[in-house]
């Protein structure tokens, strides 16, 4: 059955990427989530006015893969502890943020959470928010596929291609072929 996740984790770019290699997902969306301005646009959540976090939508298939897979890479693929940033990306739009779409979601989101605090796997508190999905804005195309498309993009040589070549190194044998 084809379900839908989103995610923020920072910069959409990087969990975009990511998530475009799991097995079972069928695509991913970068966007906008959690605000209180209609129709954003990127440059008005980089701004950090809008409420709004970048986000990516995962659309999976799963029979293929399952939410707690897509956790999983969450939790890994960023720092749950750095409030309202990621590396040097600074605002509450790359806040750490599960929006759950239904009832098991949220818990498995929860459950996950409080595992991860009592196993003590940062040495700081996770700051993740979980939280109902509000309306969902999809970004403007050029974010589509933007490290795919913009391999060269001083950002995405810095920050993008080291997280996304340490997360095939630890998924591996979860990629598609």
Known sequence: MVKEATFGAGCFWCIEACYKE??????VYPGYAGGHVENPTYKHVCEG????????RVVYDDELVSFDELLEVFWFVHDPTQLNRQGNDVGTQYRSVIFFHDEEQRSKSEAYKNRLTEEQVWSLPIVTEI????VFYRAEDYHHNYF?????NPYCQA???PKVEKFK???????KA
């Open 148 to 152: 795919e498309l913009n391999p060269g």
């Open 131 to 134: 939280t109902p999905i509000p």
């Open 169 to 175: 190194k630890v998924f591996n044998e979860k990629l």
């Open 22 to 27: 799991f097995k079972g997902v069928i695509d």
């Open 49 to 56: 006015t809008t409420g709004h976090a970048e986000v990516a």
């Open 159 to 161: 920050v993008v291609r």
